[in-house]
């Protein structure tokens, strides 16, 4: 894909057509957990799709109950050669664009040449999310080689408010939804505070400081754009460094008016000794195999980059903090895989999860009483609050139609998953006075609710689970998945051996009976059947694939795409 290549501590890109360079910007992205941000290099490049993400700001949105909200681009420059604006993406030298992240410092860095008739240069980009100060984003910009036919040149480093996301999770990037406004700006010679509200009234603080090592600017302000104006001398390179400060929580804005360059570079070595430490626990080298090497390390850095350390309860985004698909919701993953790799590496991140879920257990209560069960139904997504945030019905927005989409009322196994990860992390840890104080508490809920789902059948004389959906997506309203009626026995198994006292001696009868005499599909040849008739199903060819080689349905509008 577009020149990317792998080693064991970096990925690179060489991007020859600027126009697809943002089919792997989230490859490029770099977080901390708290904050992350897009690889985007220039906010007017075609199609391109900028974005800072910070972890718990969600908003009020059409389509889902709620969405992780893009603040825009994370720098966009404007160069002014004799006040002429320079149309940077039309003049960007053929092979010139390259990005990269160095895993050791979990550093962006991005360079291209810009030459038009009357001015050429090369620009290079340094970006670090900051490890230890949660709030921080420190931005290094050179422009070199300067070279032309000119008397002044110019550069304005500035944001704009131009609305960010798009609809349905970025399905539909052409739609865009406006979440914030600017409330207040204050300015002073080398700083700017800014403070926005979502539409729901949330506030988010924003403080820009300016380091310009040896050039004159200015603060510029307009009416959708601040940032700072930076003027040439001469032909010399403009160096300048950038330190940004965003949370929702005024108290976590960094406390500082110091613009100079010591400061800057002090912010940079704090990180990369917090970063290189924390990573210590993931560096692994697979002998005998480069390819394989490269793409592990990859993957770690991805996982462990997207992910608070200092946080006591959190989720983890399908994607992490570097896409708005998926609307930043959490699924059934973090318990399934992403739990289990943080329980052998760092167990306090994979508490963190089962935490999210002991504090969100009113809501599972109330979805389960809303559907017809007891204990917690834990929904296939939820938002940032554990409210069920599945589409159910979903327009279309250009053709002006609505296709349903199952599987948020059909995934009871998310349910059997939160008692699996709950099991799999004290036997992993001997977590006692979680397991004692929360975990129990959760496998009980979730017991409760796997009792509630079993139904007998009298013409098979066993216990089933009818119109469900296994991890299995393609396929709805199945019976007696053998995935789900097998996690949903381990589920009132965990129980009876965790919480039995908890139970009354009938339904400890109730649930014994039931964990003895479930149905599971008839199997052929050792082969499991995926739910009762899957061997009886007709074979299909998939004909059509997305530029992703993912097969796309053709009774689903959804994927339908003019």
């Known amino acids: 894909m577009n020149n990317i290549r792998l080693f064991s501590n970096k990925i690179s890109q060489n991007i020859s057509n600027i126009e697809t360079e943002n089919h792997s910007q989230t490859l490029f992205s770099v977080s901390n957990g708290n904050i992350g941000i897009r690889s985007s290099f220039f906010s007017d490049i075609y199609n391109s799709k900028p974005g800072i993400f910070l972890s718990k700001l969600y908003d009020n949105t059409i389509g889902v109950s709620s969405e992780i909200v893009n603040l825009n681009n994370e720098s966009e420059i404007e160069v002014i050669v004799d006040n002429r604006i320079i149309d940077i993406s039309s003049y960007i030298v053929s092979d010139s664009f390259k990005r990269e992240i160095d895993y050791e410092t979990n550093t962006l860095f991005m360079i291209c040449s810009i030459k038009d008739k009357q001015v050429s240069f090369d620009i290079e980009i340094k970006k670090v999310v900051h490890f230890e100060i949660k709030s921080v984003i420190l931005t290094d910009i050179i422009l070199k080689n300067i070279e032309g036919d000119f008397k002044k040149i110019s550069v304005n480093i500035c944001r704009s408010l131009s ?3 798009g609809y349905l999770g970025g399905v539909y990037p052409e739609i865009k939804v406006h979440h914030v406004t600017l409330e207040t700006q204050e300015i002073s010679d080398s700083s700017q505070f800014l403070k926005f509200k979502t539409l729901k009234g949330e506030s988010i603080f924003w403080k820009i400081i300016l380091i310009s090592q040896s050039n004159q600017y200015k603060v510029l302000k307009e009416k959708s754009k601040w940032g700072f104006v930076i003027d040439g001398n001469n032909k010399k390179d403009i160096k300048l460094n950038i330190i940004e400060s965003i949370s929702t929580n005024s108290s976590e804005i960094l406390d500082i008016n110091d613009s100079k360059l010591e400061f800057f570079e002090h912010l940079i070595e704090q990180h990369e000794l917090s970063w290189r430490k924390y990573r210590e626990n993931y560096k692994l080298q697979i002998l005998g195999n480069d390819k394989l090497n490269h793409y592990v390390n ?10 608070n350390s200092q946080s006591q309860c959190q989720n983890y985004a399908s994607r992490g903090l570097t896409s708005e698909y998926h609307s930043g919701h959490y699924f059934f993953n973090t318990e399934f895989f992403k739990l289990i790799f943080f329980t052998h590496t760092y167990p306090s991140i994979a508490k963190s999860f089962l935490e999210f879920r002991f504090l ?3 809501k599972a209560r109330m979805l389960a009483k809303r559907k017809g069960f007891e204990g917690a139904f834990f929904a296939e997504e939820v938002d940032y609050e554990g409210n069920s945030a599945s589409a159910y019905e979903i327009f279309n927005i250009r ?31 001997n977590d006692e006075e979680f397991m004692i104080t929360k975990g129990v508490k959760l496998i009980y809920e979730c017991a409760l609710f796997a009792k509630s789902l079993f139904k007998f059948d009298n013409s098979k004389y066993k216990y089933v689970i009818t119109n469900t959906m296994g991890a299995d997506e393609y396929h709805y309203n199945v019976d007696n998945s053998y995935f789900v009626n097998y996690i949903m026995r381990e589920t009132i198994l965990y129980s009876l051996k965790y919480c039995k006292c908890m139970f009354t001696s009938e339904e400890i009868l109730h649930m014994t009976n039931i964990v003895k005499n479930i149905y599971f599909p008839e199997n052929y040849d050792n082969i499991l059947q995926q739910f009762d008739g899957y061997f009886n199903l007709e074979d299909k060819t998939i004909l059509k694939f997305d530029r992703n080689d993912r097969p796309l349905l053709e009774d689903n509008d959804f994927d339908k795409k003019e």
């Open 298 to 307: 990859y993957s770690l850095n991805q996982l462990i980059q997207n992910i």
């Open 360 to 362: 969100t257990l009113d």
């Open 163 to 165: 609305p960010s996301n």
């Open 399 to 429: 053709k002006g139609n609505s296709y349903f989409e199952n599987s948020g009322i059909l995934k009871y196994f998310v349910t059997g998953a939160v008692a699996y990860a709950v099991n799999y992390y004290f036997l992993n840890t």
